[in-house]
């Protein structure tokens, strides 16, 4: 775990009488990685927890998701940095969720965050929002390494891995796919998984018809009757 390797270094740090400054900033770069990584730990656990034992919202917000993606998508560009994914979003105009907009919010960039971390650099990754003839989805496609079919079942266990070490090496928590699963369960959604090695994947969250929600379409201001024809 991260507090094992800090634990580490600080034991090592203190038991050295001299360390030059190149080695010392070595250390304090590792340390402060760790750090963040388990920040970031407590933060999916505290989400986790949190999504566990809470009420079911009295009261739905409408969510605008057309938006909301393409804030996502902006944050993607960011995290992909040199690695220059190409990264698209199709998202259907007007066509909105009735729920918790914290909750989709962390649920998608769980998602799109997944398809950055594990996409090759230069890769391509496609963000969809659209209505389907039972409700609307939301799926991330990516061209990545692909999985393999019999760890699909297991992908949002808590701290599942398929690959322990490219985890830790790309900053994952093993808990993102759980936290997804469960925003789903209390939008009554669910979560699908297409994959195969070498092909890359297609992660899709199903919403039911219940709970979308269509914005009016805008309509043209009238003319004011004293402005001249």
């Not at 390797?5 to 090592?12: F, I, K, M």
């Not at 740090?13 to 770069?29: C, E, F, V």
């Not at 805008?218 to 003319?223: C, W, Y």
Request: charged share 25%; hydrophobic share 40%.
């Amino acid at each position: 775990t991260p507090l094992t390797v800090l634990a580490g270094y600080v034991e090592t740090l203190h038991g050295m009488n001299t360390l030059d400054a190149a080695d010392l900033k070595k250390h304090l770069t590792t340390m402060h990685e760790q750090a963040a990584r388990m920040q970031r730990l407590v933060d999916d656990l505290l989400t986790l927890s949190k999504l566990e034992t809470a009420a079911p919202a009295r009261r739905d917000e409408t969510v605008d998701i057309p938006g909301l993606l393409a804030g996502l998508k902006e944050q993607a560009e960011i995290l992909s940095g040199r690695q220059r994914h190409q990264i698209t979003l199709e998202a259907e105009s007007g066509l909105n969720l009735r729920g918790r907009r914290e909750e989709l919010h962390s649920a998608f960039m769980n998602l799109i965050n997944n398809a950055v971390r594990y996409t090759p650099a230069g890769g391509a990754i496609r963000l969809k929002w659209a209505a389907d003839g039972n409700g609307a989805r939301f799926s991330v496609t990516d061209t990545g390494e692909g999985i393999a079919t019999e760890h699909i079942p297991h992908l949002t266990e808590r701290f599942y891995r398929v690959d322990t070490a490219r985890s830790r090496a790309t900053g994952g928590t093993g808990l993102g796919l759980s936290i997804v699963k469960h925003v789903l369960a209390r939008h009554d959604a669910v979560l699908t998984i297409e994959s195969e090695p070498g092909r890359g994947s297609v992660f899709t969250c199903v919403f039911p018809a219940s709970r979308l929600a269509h914005s009016a379409p805008e309509t043209p201001a009238r003319a004011s009757r004293s402005n001249p024809p």
